[in-house]
């Protein structure tokens, strides 16, 4: 069935360190997976995407993987800052069925200064 | 700036009650979702639309309805309210069907005592 999971519910880094959330998908017929960004009190907000039949895609200070093979997803943040401290969330969306967006549990990111 | 509106922040309901979530967006959006947030669960798609008077079920949609008699306002409605559906519920937009970055408003924290 389809369903987008994560690793681990929370992570610990420290400021200046990066960050590696990472993000495990079932179904292979998605248009496109994408990271978003939930800071406390807010609606989640877009960060990066990826198209499905790409391996990698560089953003500012972000970086996504693609490995098609292990159906896995991760999104690097380089030099965390306290800022990037929210939860994350992987999706995955199918253009066939109006845009749906499936997204996975979320991953808290706490930065410790 | 795209915005979403959400027209309460918080809201107390009673078991039975009839429930209405608005929701607006600026900037002219075709597609408009209703999602719901809990922990652990991630985001799940309650109802969609993807233009006036138009909607479709999402993944979700048992115990809800939606309208959609304006292109900028999505409303859900929650029937006859239960305990099981208190949760944040959460509206998004986006300019069309193969957009990837959906808009979130801030979100509805709904109690049903």
């Known amino acids: 069935g389809e369903s987008v999971g994560l690793h681990l519910p929370t992570l610990s880094v420290q400021e200046g360190d990066n960050s590696i959330i990472n993000c495990a998908y079932s179904?292979?017929?998605?248009?496109?997976f994408i990271w978003y960004k939930q800071e406390s009190g807010k609606g989640p907000q877009f960060i990066i995407d990826?198209?499905?039949?790409?391996d990698k895609r560089q953003g500012q200070r972000v970086t996504v993987l693609l490995n098609k093979t292990v159906k896995h997803l991760s999104l690097q943040i380089a030099a965390t800052q306290p800022g990037d401290s929210a939860v994350y969330f992987c999706?995955?969306?199918?253009?066939?069925?109006?845009?749906?967006?499936?997204f996975g549990q979320g991953t808290e990111l706490s930065v410790k200064p | 700036d795209v915005k979403v509106t959400q027209s309460s922040r918080y809201l107390v309901k009673r078991t039975g009650e009839k429930v209405f979530l608005e929701c607006v967006q600026d900037?002219?959006?075709?597609?408009m979702f209703w999602y719901r947030q809990d922990p652990g669960l991630g985001l799940r798609l309650i109802y969609f639309?993807?233009?006036?008077?138009?909607?479709e079920k999402g993944d979700i949609p048992e115990g809800y309805s939606v309208s959609r008699e304006k292109k900028e306002r999505f409303s859900l409605i929650l029937e006859s309210a239960s305990t099981n559906q208190t949760s944040m519920y959460l509206c998004?937009?986006?300019?069309?069907?193969?957009?990837?970055?959906?808009?979130f408003g801030p979100g509805t924290r709904l109690t049903v005592l």
């Open positions: 998004a937009s986006s300019p069309r069907l193969d957009y990837n970055e959906q808009f």
């Open positions: 999706a995955e969306i199918y253009y066939n069925q109006g845009g749906k967006l499936i």
């Open positions: 179904n292979s017929a998605s248009d496109y």
């Open positions: 990826i198209r499905s039949n790409m």
């Open positions: 900037m002219d959006h075709e597609n």
């Open positions: 639309s993807y233009d006036v008077k138009m909607k």
